[in-house]
């Protein structure tokens, strides 16, 4: 029993951090993956990353359920129409990414937000890396966010938060897999490990 309660006590999870545009245009990158850095936590995954203008339009029209589209047929002369679900695009990752928060009223200026310009996309792995990473980051509202976080050092605006962080093991894996194509990803054994777990 105590073996198995160990074992899961050091579960490795990871977690995806993105700094948003924001943080990117503020020259807040360097700054941001050092907390993640110092606090000795395993880089696996880095790329500063645009997600396309389309995108931003798409986030109107997928608050329908499906959008019909025009199409051409192989010949050019009828047209159809296809029925295309932007959700089910896996180009739409910041869509995607925020599906849960579909229903709000911000979704459309989050997504304008978060596709209005490079983002700096993490994987970070470590031991109870998800909660702690939740921890440096800080509360949503960075005026709510204690001084020491993230954002209570560096935001002030809900909407201008400049740093995303998965909030379970689940959305961490998942996540990783939205942003990060195969091979994007390195196994890797920092120098420091034994200098940071007895
Ligand atoms: P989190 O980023 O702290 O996990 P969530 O509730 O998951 O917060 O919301 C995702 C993101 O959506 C926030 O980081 C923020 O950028 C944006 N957001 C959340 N609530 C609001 C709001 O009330 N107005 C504008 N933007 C919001
Ligand atoms: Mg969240």
Known sequence: ?????????????????????????????????SRFEK???????????????????GAGACQKENLHRRAHNGRGAKLYFARVN??????????????????KSFFPKLIDY?????????AWEGVGVVASARKLIGATDPLQAEPGTIRG??????????????D???????EIALWFKEGELCEWTPVQAPWLRE
Request: aromatic share 4%; charged share 25%.
């Open 168 to 174: 379970s093991p689940e959305n961490g894996k998942r």
């Open 86 to 103: 932007l959700e089910k695009d896996s180009n739409v990752d910041s869509i995607e990414h925020y599906k849960d928060l579909k229903q």
């Open 114 to 122: 978060i596709t209005s310009g490079p983002v700096v996309c993490m």
């Open 1 to 33: 029993f105590l073996p198995h309660l160990i074992a899961s006590l050091q579960q490795v999870d990871q977690t995806y951090i993105m700094v948003k545009p924001d943080g990117v245009q503020r020259g807040l990158v360097g700054e941001i993956i």
């Open 153 to 166: 050092d560096l935001a002030v605006q809900t909407g201008r938060n400049v740093v995303h962080g998965s």
């Open 39 to 57: 606090k000795g936590f395993k880089l696996t995954g880095l790329k500063l990353f645009q997600c396309s203008k389309e995108l931003a339009e």
